[in-house]
């Protein structure tokens, strides 16, 4: 440029096939001129591009001054000489292989405003470990406080890489609430610009998008939360802790809120449901934890074809224990799925899967306190056989997540035909009801004569719906809110009354017209 008379750029190796940049200092000069031009040690004062055309190999690139033909060199400013430059260097730099850059959008599930840091990593194809690349981190983080290579997505998804080295990568992208997004296999070639790029979660479809629901996972050896990759039930129980409330950014609230809107709300909640048991690409880091419950349940039995049996799982102990994910299997030609209900305590948040002949449930107590220690039994469902003597349906997997939000594999007990020796009564559903409403109970074998009654608010007789000897197991009786001349009771309060010897059992229920 102006200012360098007689220079000349001087090469010791052979250069890469490829595009190059050298970068020139003022590192070399005297400090006193750098202060006259007003330029610091750090200031690029010059560069160039270089492309090799039959050479390979990184080079080292030097400036250096020439004055045997007889002419002086020097740095100007302003058109007034600053420093005579005798023979020798001025500066060096290092050819740099040929970098790109990739431009593209990412789309957030569940959110309209896409705006926020993601960290994007490079791993060579195929493989787990990211690349620690200098230049490219350098060139990209805007928060180099926190690990990774932050970087700024605009608020219709929009980003921009550069400085990225020439190659086949996976490119990932990462954000707190999110399962990891990437794109396999991205090649980059030098000084190219790939537009267009979309990473993905896996399993999101014709529509590429980070999918929202990976709040927890594990910590490292040095004490940092990193999410598991995968959306289970313990992602359910961290954002359930938080439901209904404001949270603040940069509290450990703020991870429950995926939406980004300040508050932990059905939306949060619906992502986990929806994409729950998804994972993101490899590696999904699993959580490993002691203390397992076990898990066993019955089934009434032998069964006949038509007969509604109630299949009761029970888990123990559960101190400690703040929620549960349960897969039933069944032979859908042996038995067909009538209704599943969680048999827990109040206050507890539900989402379900049915998968062909496959129902996944998990259940989770809301807030911080308490755990399911006297919650009883864990999970009941009703099927309905199709067939004499079925098949037992099978308890596939069972997992329970503790107070710190990690997942605890159940032991299961083989499946028990024994006869029930309970006698229960169940909440009538539904509750309130119109028109009809289903009542459901058990009764061991020395039941006898068994007795189901409605009564109004102030005691009077309103109806019988059994009266007689029961096999032993799980039964239902429905009510129509008739009296017992099939007139239509008016709307109330009702109580209902299970009787079989000298046992007695009673719940309320709400009729509303």
């Known amino acids: ?263 932990v709300n059905i939306q949060d909640l619906s992502l986990v449901g929806a994409n729950f048991r998804r994972g993101g690409p490899v590696p999904v880091y699993k959580p490993t934890a002691g203390g397992k419950p076990r898990v066993h349940w019955a089934q009434a039995g032998p069964v006949t074809a038509g007969e509604i049996a109630l299949h009761r799982l029970v888990a123990e102990p559960l101190a400690g224990l703040r929620g549960y994910e349960l897969e039933l299997a069944y032979d859908s030609a042996q038995w067909r799925l009538v209704d599943g209900d969680v048999a827990l305590a109040p206050g507890l948040l539900t989402t379900e899967r049915r998968e062909g002949n496959r129902l996944r449930i998990a259940a989770t107590l809301v807030g911080w306190a308490g755990d399911l220690q006297a919650a009883g039994p864990v999970l009941e469902w009703r099927l309905e056989a199709r067939r004499d003597g079925a098949q037992a349906p099978e308890i596939r997997s069972a997992h329970f997540v503790d107070g710190e939000h990690r997942l605890v594999a159940a032991e299961i007990s083989a499946v028990t035909r024994a006869v029930p020796q309970v006698f229960e009564l169940a909440q009538n559903h539904p509750n309130p009801f119109n028109p009809e409403t289903a009542i459901d109970f058990t009764v061991p074998a020395d039941a006898g004569m068994v007795r189901l009654d409605i009564f109004d608010a102030l005691g009077q007789h309103i109806a019988v719906l059994c009266d007689g000897e029961l096999a032993p197991g799980a039964h239902r009786m429905h009510w129509r809110g008739l009296d017992q001349e099939g007139r239509p009771v008016a709307s109330g309060v009702y109580i209902y009354r299970l009787q079989s010897g000298r046992r007695e059992l009673a719940k309320r229920m709400v009729l509303v017209r």
């Open 1 to 263: 440029g102006p200012g360098f008379q007689a220079a000349k750029l001087v090469t010791n190796d052979a250069l890469d096939d490829g595009i190059g940049t050298l970068r020139l200092s003022m590192g070399y000069l005297e400090p006193t001129a750098a202060e006259i031009m007003g330029l610091g040690p750090d200031r690029v004062l010059a560069t160039f591009q270089l492309k090799s055309l039959d050479t390979l190999g990184p080079v080292s690139i030097g400036l250096e001054v020439e004055t045997a033909a007889g002419r002086a060199s020097r740095v100007e400013s302003d058109g007034e000489a600053v420093v005579d430059l005798t023979t020798g260097p001025v500066s060096f730099g290092e050819m740099v292989d040929g970098r790109a850059m990739v431009m593209g959008a990412i789309a957030l599930e569940g959110r309209e405003d896409m705006s926020a840091q993601v960290d994007f990593s490079l791993r060579r194809w195929g493989d787990y470990t990211a690349v620690a690349d200098e230049v490219f981190a350098t060139a990209n983080d805007i928060n180099p406080s926190q690990a990774g290579v932050q970087v700024e997505i605009q608020a219709d998804g929009a980003f921009q890489l550069i400085e990225v080295p020439v190659g086949r990568w996976d490119l990932h992208a990462g954000l707190s609430g999110y399962l990891e997004a990437w794109i396999p296999g991205l090649e980059v070639f030098p000084a190219q610009t790939v537009e267009g790029a979309q990473p993905a979660s896996p399993g999101s479809g014709d529509r590429p998008r980070m999918l929202g629901g990976d709040v927890t996972g594990y910590l490292e050896v040095d004490g940092i939360g990193v999410q598991d990759n995968e959306v289970t039930l313990a992602d359910w129980d961290f954002v359930a802790a938080f439901f209904g409330l404001e949270v603040t950014p940069g509290t450990d609230g703020a991870r429950a809120d995926i939406t980004g809107d300040g508050q």
